[in-house]
């Protein structure tokens, strides 16, 4: 009968020399116990996250007018002593602007559990 757990395979893997320290470098920070054992859970387990920088500029953005405008609004209420239906209004739209990139981007991180 076989051991199907045997590990009597090899894997060469070509890396540089500043691929190879930062891979010793995120073992070393992993505390795991073999640089294998580490090499196999981040093949197995672990992920490659594609990060699209326009994208979370897009949110900064977006998140930086919000806050400008809320602050707008703020320093109205606070000079005039009085709150406007359309200032709420104004305020939930914008909400509404930053809350629904930051929904989706919620979404792509919660896929990376399953």
Same mark, same amino acid.
């Given at each position: 009968? #076989?051991?199907?757990?045997? @590990?009597? +395979?090899?894997?060469?893997? @070509?890396?540089?020399?500043?691929? &190879?320290?930062?891979? #010793?470098?995120?073992?070393?920070?992993?505390? &795991?116990? =073999?640089?294998?054992?580490? $090499? @196999?859970? &981040?093949?197995? !387990?672990?992920?490659? $996250?594609?990060?699209? !920088?326009?994208? *979370? /500029?897009?949110?900064? @953005?977006?998140?930086?007018?919000?806050?400008?405008?809320?602050?707008?609004?703020?320093?109205?209420?606070?000079? =005039?002593? /009085?709150?406007? #239906? !359309?200032?709420?209004?104004?305020? #939930?739209? +914008?909400?509404? *602007? +930053?809350?629904?990139?930051? +929904?989706? *981007?919620?979404?792509?991180?919660?896929?990376?559990?399953?």
């Amino acid at each position: 009968m #076989k051991d199907e757990n045997k @590990r009597d +395979l090899y894997l060469k893997v @070509r890396v540089s020399q500043a691929e &190879m320290d930062a891979i #010793k470098k995120k073992f070393a920070n992993s505390g &795991m116990n =073999t640089l294998s054992g580490f $090499v @196999r859970a &981040m093949i197995f !387990e672990g992920y490659i $996250v594609h990060i699209d !920088e326009n994208s *979370l /500029k897009e949110i900064h @953005r977006i998140a930086n007018n919000v806050a400008n405008n809320i602050n707008q609004i703020a320093y109205r209420a606070n000079v =005039t002593q /009085k709150v406007y #239906k !359309e200032d709420i209004e104004d305020i #939930k739209s +914008l909400a509404n *602007l +930053l809350i629904q990139p930051l +929904l989706f *981007l919620q979404s792509k991180c919660l896929q990376l559990k399953h």
